[in-house]
């Protein structure tokens, strides 16, 4: 496999490196990304999203491309600037990586795209595997609009994959990286009355799932990106107070993440049972498919 990433500065983006035969990097500051991920990489080339399609140069020779690019959904308020920066990276970028893929001259055979689990939306109990229907909110219609575009890349005879990921567990940041300081004080505890589903995926796992797209050519279209196990968040509570020794009682109202968070709030109480089937009947085996031995492995080396 001879990939080409893209956001591969972020969280996610170095496991994945990690992974790969001496990949190429597209990135809006190449001189940041080589001191950063150089060593990873054969190449970093210059490409902003927002501008118009990767140069040429970068597909010389690639056969997958993996694309994370992304603006953040959980730093800062949602006001309307934001909201437009979120669908814009995601939208207009996918639009401009794809128009690159159409051009080369020698396509790559399969485009794995990120999405998100905000594709469905706040869904109670249901289970949720890749064939249930999209939600009407505005994470959920900024999925569809980023998994169309990355669809488009089929004419061009590229097979794609959209993995739709949940929260991203792992040592150094991400979404766990927010949540250890009040725990680690005491302070921890569930949203709300804690029952609404948690989906999760440690991030060597996801960093795998990506290889599998890639790799398995029966797999097209939406793929959940999540552990077989997801968990309601009273009980993923429980368990990282349990892994860091602290207590974790104090529920945290909606009202007051709302005043924090503005329309954000709403996404840290949705409610997500999803689940990876097709993940699962094209064979992947996940490395830690349960909550505990995911915080365990992450956690323990700086307990």
């Given at each position: 496999?001879?990939?080409?990433?893209?956001?591969?500065?972020?969280?996610?983006?170095p496991?994945?490196?990690?992974?790969?035969?001496?990949?190429?990097?597209?990135?809006?500051?190449?001189?940041?990304?080589?001191?950063?991920?150089?060593?990873?990489?054969?190449?970093?080339?210059?490409?902003?999203?927002?501008?118009?399609?990767?140069?040429?140069?970068?597909?010389?020779?690639?056969?997958?491309?993996?694309?994370?690019?992304?603006?953040?959904?959980?730093?800062?308020?949602?006001?309307?600037?934001?909201?437009?920066?979120?669908?814009?990276?995601?939208?207009?970028?996918?639009?401009?990586?794809?128009?690159?893929i159409?051009?080369?001259?020698?396509?790559?055979?399969?485009?794995?795209?990120?999405?998100?689990?905000?594709?469905?939306?706040?869904?109670?109990?249901?289970?949720?595997?890749?064939?249930?229907?999209?939600?009407?909110?505005f994470?959920?219609?900024?999925?569809?609009?980023w998994?169309?575009?990355?669809?488009?890349?089929?004419?061009?005879?590229?097979?794609?994959?959209?993995?739709?990921?949940?929260?991203?567990?792992?040592?150094?940041?991400g979404?766990?990286?927010?949540?250890?300081?009040?725990?680690?004080?005491?302070?921890?505890?569930?949203?709300?009355?804690?029952?609404?589903?948690?989906?999760?995926?440690?991030?060597?796992?996801?960093?795998?799932?990506?290889?599998?797209?890639?790799?398995?050519?029966?797999?097209s279209?939406?793929?959940?990106?999540?552990?077989?196990?997801?968990?309601?968040?009273?009980?993923?509570?429980?368990?990282?107070?349990?892994?860091?020794?602290?207590?974790?009682?104090?529920p945290?109202?909606?009202?007051?993440?709302?005043?924090?968070?503005g329309?954000?709030?709403?996404?840290?109480?949705?409610?997500?049972?999803?689940?990876?089937?097709?993940?699962?009947?094209?064979?992947?085996?996940?490395?830690?498919?349960?909550?505990?031995?995911?915080?365990?492995?992450?956690?323990?080396?700086?307990?």
């Open positions: 496999m001879k990939a080409l990433v893209t956001g591969a500065t972020g969280f996610v983006g496991r994945l490196l990690r992974l790969l035969d001496r990949p190429v990097a597209l990135s809006r500051d190449p001189d940041r990304a080589r001191r950063t991920i150089g060593h990873l990489c054969d190449r970093i080339i210059r490409w902003d999203p927002m501008q118009g399609p990767p140069p040429q140069e970068a597909f010389s020779g690639i056969d997958t491309v993996l694309h994370l690019a992304g603006e953040s959904v959980a730093e800062g308020r949602w006001t309307a600037e934001q909201k437009a920066r979120i669908r814009d990276s995601r939208v207009i970028g996918t639009r401009n990586l794809v128009q690159g159409v051009q080369a001259v020698v396509k790559p055979r399969v485009l794995v795209s990120a999405s998100a689990v905000g594709y469905y939306g706040d869904r109670g109990d249901e289970e949720l595997t890749e064939s249930a229907a999209p939600a009407d909110d994470l959920a219609r900024v999925c569809v609009e998994e169309r575009e990355a669809h488009a890349a089929e004419q061009a005879g590229v097979r794609v994959v959209c993995a739709r990921t949940g929260i991203v567990l792992g040592a150094g940041g979404a766990l990286g927010k949540m250890l300081l009040p725990f680690k004080l005491g302070a921890g505890g569930p949203l709300g009355n804690g029952r609404q589903w948690m989906p999760w995926v440690h991030v060597a796992d996801l960093a795998r799932l990506y290889l599998h797209a890639a790799d398995t050519p029966s797999l279209g939406p793929m959940n990106a999540v552990a077989p196990n997801p968990v309601r968040n009273a009980d993923f509570t429980k368990a990282l107070a349990r892994q860091l020794h602290r207590p974790a009682f104090l945290a109202p909606y009202f007051g993440l709302r005043l924090a968070f329309e954000f709030a709403k996404v840290l109480f949705a409610s997500q049972r999803v689940v990876p089937k097709v993940a699962h009947d094209t064979g992947f085996v996940f490395q830690y498919p349960d909550i505990v031995a995911a915080l365990r492995e992450i956690l323990a080396p700086a307990a």
